[in-house]
């Protein structure tokens, strides 16, 4: 079985070894470049199954890159690094086609977290949040981890959005609790499975306000997220 290949651009050479190896002990071969100007040589040449792209760039760079990418390719996925914090900047790097912004400095389990998500879409096909999904009577904004109802507006952490993408991306079907748990926490520790406990807990109260919404547990298996 291949390998999935990242395409990986960084100009920060001592962070660009630390994420490149993190990702080899992985599993992920990883093809590194530091010159926004040679990036699309590489692209080209390699077909990657996901690109990472530092926005700030010697010579080209991450947005204009993502836009080259774009023209070639519509479906790879795209996670733009930054330091940059201006809502404007984030905004450019989705309507750029990016799939995903993680702002520096970044833990590698959630980059990993959000590597798998965009690659289990890609195949995933119909069922994925592009950005924003109609869940019963809410509105949920994965990329500004929102969910709401009228005006209500509730912020939620990476992993609160991360459960619930999970959940009703899977909608229908039974989500098995250690794919959740290796997804979002890296392993089915007893620890992290009562940490599970709890984040359901709260997705569930989230969503109270629209009783056609149900988080249905499968006792020693796992959970069916159902909408009427």
Same mark, same amino acid.
């Given at each position: 079985?291949?390998?999935?290949k990242?395409?990986?651009?960084e100009?920060e050479?001592?962070?660009?070894?630390?994420?490149r190896?993190?990702?080899?002990?992985?599993?992920?071969e990883?093809?590194?470049?530091a010159?926004?100007?040679?990036?699309?040589?590489?692209?080209?040449?390699?077909?990657?199954?996901?690109c990472?792209?530092?926005?700030?760039?010697?010579?080209?760079?991450?947005f204009?890159?993502?836009?080259?990418?774009?023209?070639?390719?519509?479906?790879?996925?795209?996670?733009f690094?930054?330091?940059?914090?201006?809502t404007?900047?984030?905004?450019k790097?989705?309507?750029?086609?990016?799939?995903d912004?993680?702002?520096k400095?970044?833990?590698?389990?959630? /980059?990993?977290? =959000?590597?798998?998500? $965009? #690659? %289990?879409?890609?195949t995933?096909?119909?069922? &994925? *949040?592009?950005?924003?999904a109609?869940?019963?009577?809410?509105?949920?904004?994965?990329?500004?981890?929102?969910?709401?109802?009228?005006?209500e507006?509730?912020k /939620?952490?990476? =992993?609160?959005?991360? $459960? #619930? %993408?999970?959940l009703?991306?899977?909608?229908? &079907? *039974?989500?098995?609790?250690?794919d959740?748990?290796?997804?979002?926490?890296?392993?089915?520790?007893?620890?992290?499975?009562?940490?599970?406990?709890?984040?359901?807990?709260k997705? =569930?109260s989230?969503?109270?306000?629209?009783?056609?919404?149900?988080?249905?547990?499968?006792?020693?298996?796992?959970?069916?997220?159902?909408t009427?």
């Amino acid at each position: 079985m291949s390998k999935t290949k990242v395409l990986y651009v960084e100009d920060e050479l001592f962070l660009g070894k630390i994420v490149r190896e993190s990702l080899e002990s992985r599993g992920y071969e990883v093809i590194m470049e530091a010159d926004g100007a040679k990036v699309m040589d590489q692209f080209k040449k390699t077909n990657p199954d996901i690109c990472i792209l530092d926005v700030m760039l010697p010579n080209k760079d991450g947005f204009t890159i993502a836009d080259e990418i774009r023209m070639l390719n519509e479906e790879v996925p795209i996670i733009f690094l930054t330091a940059k914090t201006q809502t404007e900047d984030v905004v450019k790097g989705f309507s750029l086609g990016g799939n995903d912004y993680m702002r520096k400095p970044f833990s590698m389990e959630e /980059l990993i977290v =959000r590597i798998q998500n $965009l #690659l %289990r879409n890609k195949t995933d096909g119909e069922t &994925k *949040i592009n950005g924003t999904a109609v869940i019963g009577k809410y509105n949920f904004q994965l990329n500004r981890q929102t969910l709401s109802i009228g005006k209500e507006e509730r912020k /939620l952490s990476f =992993r609160e959005s991360e $459960l #619930l %993408r999970l959940l009703y991306e899977n909608r229908d &079907k *039974i989500i098995e609790r250690k794919d959740i748990l290796n997804l979002l926490w890296g392993n089915d520790s007893f620890f992290n499975s009562r940490n599970l406990d709890v984040y359901i807990t709260k997705i =569930r109260s989230y969503l109270k306000e629209d009783p056609s919404i149900e988080i249905i547990t499968i006792k020693g298996v796992g959970y069916r997220f159902v909408t009427a």
